[in-house]
């Protein structure tokens, strides 16, 4: 039988014009026990639509690592690898994770104290809030009456020694119920985003690329991002902008020789823009936090070089400038109308290229709001695609 793919719903505040493509409701199959051909089907559809939803779906820890390794068979180990430097108490990722006993590549994490769950006797769980992240916070009146922000920009990956997954699964299985939450950017555009509360919020990265102006479009192809080294110990101490679209420059960053042991060697260094393996689209994907220089190509032969930045290429270190330059490329592409927050129910399992994506944790629960939800994705087999030659000439 093959898998029936129906429109998500989407939000007022959507562009329905920009997600004609994005995010589908995979119907009537059970993503525990798919046949080949429907996992075919929905492997498809994932690089097609970026984000597929299953709903009313029980899916145990070891259907979930299943489907997800079904995208990359090789793949085999938690994005972040599991490894001491990202357990270790100085990363800001150590609080948002614990791992299900059973089946270690899969992640439980939501708020409040969930019991008795899956071999885990009691699990504190902690949703991640912009407070204790952003360098300024929406004040406490204001949050008492559902104003909230976006917490991170991210694309799920170590950026060090490890590939970015392919996909992540996100399985609810407690969903608090609670009033809507307003989120605002603050950032001086007067943008907001009314979100269902605790949302996960979804963009495109073709269209963060697709809407660019040509001159940053020509940027973009030619560029690479090098990552810090063990990024989020890295960027640990530093807090982040209003829109959680990246770091505030305030020289906070822990210096290199402060860092755990690190290698150049396993230092990441990966395309601005990822081609997606299926539609050969282009994608920007960029983890705003975590990026520490730029590389930008010269233009290649026969561009045109008037009105062009950087024509003879760049290499630019200077973290403010980095950051500056990134934000005016993707602030664009998380604008109220580009944004799927998705509203969570319980047994809703969703899929997403985490190539093909940003997305952020949203706005904040009280401790008695108990949320669970098990995570799930693996460090790639290989590096993602760049943009090709041809794509370079054509853009540049
Ligand atoms: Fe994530």
């Known amino acids: 039988m093959a898998i029936e793919l129906a429109p998500l719903p989407l939000p007022a505040s959507a562009d329905q014009s920009k997600f004609a493509d994005f995010g589908r409701e995979v119907k009537g199959v059970d993503p525990g026990s798919l046949s080949p051909e429907q996992l075919e089907d929905v492997k498809q559809a994932l690089y097609q639509h970026s984000v597929l939803l299953f709903r009313g779906v029980n899916v145990t820890p070891e259907a979930q690592y299943a489907l997800t ?28 994770l614990k791992t299900i006993p059973r089946v270690p590549q899969v992640q439980l994490i939501g708020n409040g104290v969930v019991y008795d769950h899956e071999g885990l006797a009691e699990a504190k769980l902690k949703h991640p809030s912009h407070t204790t992240f952003h360098k300024t916070q929406v004040s406490p009146e204001d949050e008492a009456n559902g104003v909230t922000r976006f917490y991170r920009w991210h694309i799920d990956a170590a950026l060090y020694d490890l590939n970015p ?13 609670g009033s ?25 990265g073709k269209t963060m690329f697709d809407i660019l102006p040509q001159e940053l479009k020509s940027v973009a192809v030619r560029a690479k991002v090098k990552y810090a080294p063990h990024p989020y110990v890295w960027m640990a101490p530093a807090r982040a902008l209003p829109t959680g679209l990246g770091i505030e420059s305030d020289g906070l960053e822990l210096p290199s020789d402060e860092l755990p042991e690190w290698e150049v060697e396993r230092v990441k260094v990966f395309p601005v823009v990822w081609k997606n393996p299926v539609t050969g689209e282009l994608h920007f994907e960029v983890h705003p936090c975590g990026a520490q220089e730029l590389l930008v190509e010269p233009l ?10 950087f024509p003879d ?22 604008a109220p109308p580009l944004v799927y927050p998705h509203d969570w129910l ?28 098990h995570q799930c994705n693996l460090a790639a087999s290989d590096e993602p695609l760049g943009p090709t030659p041809e794509d370079v000439q054509k853009w540049a």
């Open 69 to 96: 390794k079904a995208f990359d068979p090789q793949s085999e180990s938690y994005g972040h690898g599991n490894n001491k430097t990202e357990s270790t108490k100085k990363s800001i990722l150590h609080p948002d």
């Open 165 to 177: 997954p392919k996909v992540t699964t996100l399985y609810g299985i407690t969903v608090p119920k």
């Open 180 to 204: 809507p939450q307003v989120v605002r950017y603050d950032d001086g555009t007067g943008e907001e985003l009314p979100v269902p509360l605790g949302t996960t919020a979804f963009v495109s």
């Open 300 to 309: 290649p032969q026969g561009a045109k070089r008037e009105g062009a930045l």
């Open 313 to 334: 290429g760049a290499h630019l270190t200077n973290l403010k400038e980095v950051r500056e330059l990134l934000y005016k490329m993707q602030r664009p592409g998380i």
């Open 346 to 373: 319980e047994n809703d399992l969703v899929l997403f290229h985490n190539r093909g994506v940003l997305h952020t944790v949203v706005g904040a629960f009280k401790p008695d709001q108990v949320r669970a939800f």
